[in-house]
C-alpha cells in the first residue's frame, strides 16, 4: 500500500491532540499548520465547525496559550536587553521598540483569552456579579435643579 501524499484532511483524535498540545504551550494555530505533516489551517477549521469534541479541546487549548504567553512575557524583557547590546547604538533603539510590539501583542491577547486573569480592569466590588440596574424615577439629576 503506498504511503499517502500530502497534507492529512482525515480527524483523527491523535492528531487534535497534537495540534492542542501545541496551541497550549503558546505557538500560533498558522505555526502549527506549517509542517507537511500537520493538516492545513483550513482543515483544522472545517473540524471545529463540524467536531464538538475538538471544539471543546480546542478552546481549553488556547486559554491555556494565554498562561504560556505570559511565561514568554517575563523573558521578553531580557531578551530586549540581551538583543540591543549585540547590535549597535543606532539599532538598539528599533530591537527594543519590536521586543516591546511583541509583549504588547501578547498582553492584548492574553487579556481576551483570560481577561479575569490578564484583563486591564480589575472588579473590586462585585466579585463579578451582575450588580442591579440604578432605575431612574423620572428626577432631575442635575444638581442646580
Known sequence: ???????????????????????????????????ENMPSFQTVFSWLRTKKDFLEQYARAKEESADANNELLLDLGDEAIALSQQVDSKASSAVVQAVKLKADNLKWYMSKMKPKKYGDKLDVTSDGK????????????????
Do not use: H, W
Open 130 to 145: 451582575a450588580l442591579p440596574t440604578p432605575i431612574y424615577n423620572g428626577a432631575s439629576i442635575d444638581p442646580k435643579k
Open 1 to 35: 500500500m503506498p504511503n499517502p501524499v500530502g497534507r492529512p484532511s482525515d480527524f483523527t483524535q491523535e492528531k487534535a491532540d497534537e495540534i492542542c498540545d501545541l496551541l497550549a504551550q503558546g505557538i500560533s494555530l498558522r505555526k502549527v499548520c506549517i509542517p
